[in-house]
């Protein structure tokens, strides 16, 4: 796995789930698309279930898994954190992601209860999310200062007509997971500076190393980190 803040922290929640002597350990990916997570963490070993209410994502993540040799690890079922409870056994996972979901669902706390039903004791959900003043800054620097302007006053960061349902900040995220009876471990930023670097010079090997380790510390500096992408959360139930 890339080495990058969230990999990292995915991986130490494996290893200690190996030290509880999960074996294999288990891993749910709600809304987990194509893969994106689900395969790099099989290919540390893990046995990831993907769930994902699209058939196109999960045709998607069935090739890819095939394609980097770890099919056997990876179950793709169809459905959504609405009815988790049908696909997943309570308490069943060592690892729960829901990453780029709580954007969507329709009730965040209904969304973080199922996931926290799905976690095995002494297990953790990863929680990644849009982050509102990141999608803000983007909009005016596309000149879009009027949907800016709305955007910051929209109570949920996504106005009427949005893609989104919401989008959150340090403060709204670490709320709804309290909120949840979650506690919440570590909240990060993920993509503070990668995007702010001109794709020519990203694209030199010896800046490319120099800008993720500057990632790494700046996703747990202020404010840097309140200015991210995506706000990354590792949370435990209480
Ligand atoms: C932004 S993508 C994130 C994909 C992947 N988790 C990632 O981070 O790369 C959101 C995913 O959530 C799925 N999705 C949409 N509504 C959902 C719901 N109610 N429950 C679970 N997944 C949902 C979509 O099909 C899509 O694959």
């Given at each position: 796995m890339r080495a990058d803040a969230v990999r990292r922290a995915?991986?130490?929640?494996?290893?200690a789930a190996r030290a509880r002597g999960a074996e294999p350990v288990r891993v749910v990916d709600v809304g987990g698309g194509t893969g994106g997570w689900a395969v790099p963490l099989a290919e540390f070993g893990a046995a990831v279930t993907v769930i994902d209410p699209s058939p196109d994502a999960l045709a998607n993540l069935r090739r890819r898994a095939v394609d980097a040799g770890v099919a056997e690890l990876?179950?793709?079922?169809?459905?959504?954190t609405e009815a988790l409870a049908d696909c997943v056994p309570s308490g069943g996972a060592d690892l729960v992601l829901g990453h780029g979901i709580l954007e969507v669902v329709d009730d965040v706390g209904a969304a973080l209860a199922a996931l926290r039903?799905?976690?095995?004791?002494g297990g953790a959900i990863s929680l990644l999310v849009a982050n509102k003043y990141a999608t803000?800054?983007?909009m005016v620097l596309a000149g879009r200062?009027?949907?800016a302007h709305r955007l910051l006053?929209?109570?949920d960061g996504a106005p009427a007509g949005d893609i989104l349902a919401r989008r959150f900040d340090v403060d709204s995220l670490r709320t709804a997971l309290e909120e949840a009876g979650l506690e919440v471990s570590s909240l990060h930023g993920y993509g503070v500076l990668a995007d702010?670097?001109?794709g020519a010079t990203a694209e030199d090997p010896g800046v490319a190393e120099a800008l993720a380790q500057l990632e790494l510390v700046?996703?747990?500096?202020?404010?840097?980190r309140e200015m991210a992408a995506q706000l990354h959360a590792l949370a435990r139930p209480r």
């Open positions: 995915l991986r130490t929640e494996l290893e990876i179950t793709a079922v169809q459905g959504d039903a799905a976690t095995a004791p803000l800054l983007r200062v009027i949907e006053d929209d109570p702010l670097v001109p700046a996703a747990g500096t202020s404010p840097l």
